[in-house]
């Protein structure tokens, strides 16, 4: 699915899969989780797995995917991508850093955000756009609607993995106002049952800004199975397109 909101210079490999085999990962992987409950390295090993189909994708050998500040993954010289997991789903996404100045994705369950996450996470305009959230315990299945607000959230994550390599400087979710724009039109397949249920682009609007990147960025989203999914990629060109 997140291949379908990237372009074709960017290496996508995504799995379902919860766990992986046994010696997948590489020593210094393995000494990174070593202290960590079974979720989290199943989590940490499936994406580093796609990591590695992604990185077949582009020509490049299999090489260790280590993490940085704020669990930044640090990729080879002259590569840039971004890692996703969720219950049901795990992807990666690289490109090489001539063609792509920053990318990020994310994938989260579609489903009504916890209780009193909305409010940290979401703008009072934004709460006004996207109006009130679903029962928690709702699903797509269910209802037949978008979880906006997680639909908000996924994005929000996008575009702080975009962010964030380029400036190395921490953006908090109250620091981009979103917009969506929904291009399937109501009432489409439900997702839940292998349909696509709903899709589109976001703009987020940065209220912290660097020289190094837009004022807005604009990414993708879609929902398939159950699943969120959202991309934001920059250009290196990016100011000679007109971007602003």
């Not at 409010?119 to 009130?132: K, M, N, S, Y």
């Not at 964030?164 to 489409?188: I, W």
């Amino acid at each position: 699915m997140i291949d379908l909101l990237l372009p074709a210079d960017v290496s996508c490999a995504a799995t379902r899969a919860e766990s992986v085999p046994d010696g997948t990962l590489f020593p210094e992987e393995e000494a990174l989780i070593a202290k960590s409950v079974a979720k989290r390295r199943n989590d940490f090993a499936t994406a580093r797995a796609c990591a590695r189909r992604a990185m077949a994708g582009l020509g490049l050998p299999p090489v260790a995917v280590l993490h940085g500040h704020r669990g930044r993954p640090l990729w080879p010289e002259g590569i840039v991508g971004s890692l996703t997991h969720c219950d049901g789903y795990r992807a990666a996404a690289l490109a090489r850093a001539k063609d792509v100045l920053s990318l990020g994705i994310d994938a989260e369950p579609h489903a009504p955000l916890p209780g009193g996450v909305r409010e940290l996470v979401t703008l009072p305009a934004e709460r006004e756009r996207i109006g009130p959230s679903a029962p928690e315990g709702s699903d797509e299945d269910t209802t037949g609607e978008v979880h906006w607000d997680r639909v908000l959230f996924s994005a929000k994550e996008s575009v702080f993995k975009t962010w964030y390599p380029v400036t190395g400087l921490e953006l908090d979710f109250t620091e981009a106002d979103l917009t969506f724009h929904r291009t399937d039109g109501p009432g489409g397949d439900d997702g839940a049952r292998g349909g696509v249920a709903a899709e589109g682009s976001f703009a987020a609007r940065l209220l912290l800004t660097d020289p190094a990147l837009p004022t807005t960025l604009h990414g993708l989203w879609r929902i398939e199975d159950g699943i969120v999914a959202t991309a934001v990629l920059v250009r290196p060109d990016w100011r000679d397109s007109g971007t602003v």
